[in-house]
């Protein structure tokens, strides 16, 4: 269902250099399908298209229902990196982009404004309101804080007994501050399965139920992520993944190539950037190594971030998401004085001219010093949708192991959290206050 297309770099690799890279990718391919690599506990994920049964789903929908009938149109979805952003992009990839749905699902949790959460409790006084928590722990600071005051908001609004039955959270099966919390007031939880990571988590109840609740098809969704995964089971060179994994090494290890920018040319996948983004960032980003993961959403950043790309600093190659067919039809028109000039493109499809800047800025940026590659999918829908976030997953555990990393960690994210705890006199924290109050 995922096809890649790495002819935008046969101008700056040679054969050769690609199939010993090839080679390199098929040994991680082993190493992940074997089981045998660093973090090898958090390989749930992998199967997780054909693991997720229909009693799961059945649950996801049992909440959308129960709300529906109360007439609840906001949901607030509370958490922080994987525990939001695979639904995020998935909501906002199928959403009209501009009707009001009718029900709304936002997100909270994922940063420290006070504006935002202020601006969030305006929108919930004019909605009828629920909520998913969403944290393993149920002490990370951003969505603790931000459920701490959601949560005393829909009590005081629907009373104590109502907010049991309007909060759901998803965390741990059996111990942390959340699920003590839930046991204590009556929650429905679901669990976030311990084998799975959370930038892995698109296909647990993590992303499944904001996204039954926000009113589409979750089967569609698994249904192309086993698909997805069948097809990369394959040992193959011909894999896509491997094909993925093995090119943007070559193109970082021998090509200088420090700076991936994934591209789109569809608003609706601005999401998928920003998912993709903490999936390779946060998994490869460790050591030294890394490729850093950017994004640009043309033909918007063409005008903005296109001079760069063009003709700066050539540190970076692009992968552009390509969708080939438009859900939706709109004609250019011809025009009797033609002012504009666009005469010329009367009863052509703006998709065919988004295909046109697509491919003229190919063209662009290879002659400019810019390897591309395309991963491409038919359309936008339920079922692309769940091939394409296991496409990404599992060809990040193949680039990890190439580059070397373990897949499934993230030591890094602690440090700033040390700081901010001493900074905010957390209990337990006071040395490392003098300490860092010294340093500014």
Same mark, same amino acid.
């Given at each position: 269902?995922?096809?890649?297309?790495?002819?935008?770099?046969?101008?700056?690799?040679?054969?050769?250099?690609?199939?010993?890279?090839?080679?390199?990718?098929?040994?991680?391919?082993?190493?992940?399908?074997?089981?045998? /690599?660093?973090?090898?506990?958090?390989?749930?994920?992998?199967?997780?298209?054909?693991?997720?049964?229909?009693?799961?789903?059945?649950?996801?929908?049992?909440?959308?229902?129960?709300?529906?009938?109360?007439?609840?149109?906001?949901?607030?979805?509370?958490?922080?990196?994987?525990?939001?952003?695979? %639904?995020?992009?998935?909501?906002?990839?199928?959403?009209?982009?501009?009707?009001?749905?009718?029900?709304?699902?936002?997100?909270?949790?994922?940063?420290?404004?006070?504006?935002?959460?202020?601006?969030?409790?305006?929108?919930?006084?004019?909605?009828?309101?629920?909520?998913?928590?969403?944290?393993?722990?149920?002490?990370?600071?951003?969505?603790?804080?931000?459920?701490?005051?959601?949560?005393?908001?829909?009590?005081?609004?629907?009373?104590?007994?109502?907010?049991?039955?309007?909060?759901?959270?998803?965390?741990?099966?059996?111990?942390?501050?959340?699920?003590?919390?839930?046991?204590?007031? /009556?929650?429905?939880? @679901?669990?976030?399965?311990?084998?799975?990571?959370?930038?892995?988590?698109?296909?647990?109840?993590?992303?499944?139920?904001?996204?039954?609740?926000?009113?589409?098809?979750?089967?569609?969704?698994?249904?192309?992520?086993?698909?997805?995964?069948?097809?990369?089971?394959?040992?193959?060179?011909?894999?896509?993944?491997?094909?993925?994994?093995?090119?943007?090494?070559?193109?970082?290890?021998?090509?200088?190539?420090?700076?991936?920018?994934?591209?789109?040319?569809?608003?609706?996948?601005?999401?998928?950037?920003?998912?993709?983004?903490?999936?390779?960032?946060?998994?490869?980003?460790?050591?030294?190594? /890394?490729?850093?993961?950017?994004?640009?959403?043309?033909?918007?950043?063409?005008?903005?971030?296109?001079?760069?790309?063009?003709?700066?600093?050539?540190?970076?190659?692009?992968?552009?998401?390509?969708?080939?067919?438009?859900?939706?039809?709109?004609?250019?028109?011809?025009?009797?004085?033609?002012?504009?000039?666009?005469?010329?493109? %009367?009863?052509?499809?703006?998709?065919?001219?988004?295909?046109?800047?697509?491919?003229?800025?190919?063209?662009?940026?290879?002659?400019?010093?810019?390897?591309?590659?395309?991963?491409?999918?038919?359309?936008?829908?339920?079922?692309?949708? /769940?091939?394409?976030?296991?496409? @990404?997953?599992?060809?990040?555990?193949?680039?990890?192991?190439?580059?070397?990393?373990?897949?499934?960690?993230?030591?890094?994210?602690?440090?700033?959290?040390?700081?901010? @705890?001493?900074?905010?006199?957390?209990?337990?924290?006071?040395?490392?206050?003098?300490?860092?109050?010294?340093?500014?």
């Amino acid at each position: 269902m995922v096809k890649i297309n790495l002819g935008g770099c046969d101008s700056f690799v040679k054969n050769a250099e690609y199939q010993k890279y090839v080679e390199k990718a098929l040994a991680a391919f082993d190493t992940l399908q074997g089981g045998q /690599g660093a973090g090898n506990d958090f390989l749930g994920w992998k199967t997780l298209p054909v693991d997720v049964d229909e009693k799961l789903v059945l649950e996801c929908e049992a909440v959308r229902d129960c709300w529906n009938a109360k007439g609840v149109d906001l949901v607030i979805a509370i958490g922080i990196g994987g525990s939001y952003l695979g %639904a995020k992009c998935a909501i906002e990839a199928l959403s009209h982009s501009f009707k009001e749905p009718r029900t709304r699902v936002v997100f909270a949790g994922n940063n420290l404004s006070e504006e935002y959460l202020a601006e969030l409790m305006d929108l919930a006084e004019e909605k009828n309101v629920a909520c998913i928590v969403i944290s393993k722990s149920g002490t990370t600071t951003e969505p603790a804080v931000a459920f701490r005051i959601v949560k005393e908001y829909i009590e005081k609004k629907y009373g104590k007994a109502e907010a049991s039955e309007r909060i759901v959270a998803i965390t741990d099966a059996a111990k942390g501050a959340l699920k003590t919390l839930s046991t204590k007031e /009556g929650y429905k939880t @679901f669990v976030v399965p311990d084998n799975v990571g959370g930038r892995y988590s698109v296909l647990t109840p993590v992303g499944l139920l904001p996204i039954v609740v926000a009113g589409f098809d979750v089967r569609a969704m698994l249904k192309g992520a086993a698909a997805e995964m069948k097809e990369l089971a394959a040992r193959s060179a011909d894999n896509a993944a491997v094909q993925y994994a093995a090119m943007r090494n070559l193109l970082h290890a021998e090509k200088g190539k420090a700076v991936e920018i994934l591209v789109t040319y569809n608003p609706k996948l601005t999401f998928l950037a920003e998912w993709w983004k903490q999936l390779y960032g946060e998994s490869e980003g460790k050591e030294g190594k /890394g490729i850093y993961p950017a994004s640009v959403a043309n033909t918007a950043d063409l005008h903005s971030m296109g001079q760069f790309i063009q003709e700066g600093s050539r540190v970076m190659f692009e992968t552009v998401i390509n969708v080939v067919n438009a859900n939706r039809s709109v004609v250019i028109g011809s025009d009797e004085l033609n002012l504009d000039q666009l005469n010329y493109l %009367a009863g052509q499809h703006v998709n065919h001219c988004n295909a046109m800047a697509q491919l003229g800025t190919k063209i662009a940026h290879i002659d400019g010093g810019v390897p591309q590659m395309e991963v491409s999918i038919d359309r936008i829908n339920e079922e692309n949708l /769940g091939a394409i976030f296991y496409f @990404f997953e599992f060809a990040c555990g193949v680039s990890a192991y190439l580059l070397g990393i373990n897949p499934f960690n993230q030591p890094g994210v602690e440090a700033y959290k040390k700081n901010m @705890f001493a900074l905010l006199r957390k209990p337990g924290f006071e040395a490392q206050t003098e300490a860092i109050l010294k340093r500014i």
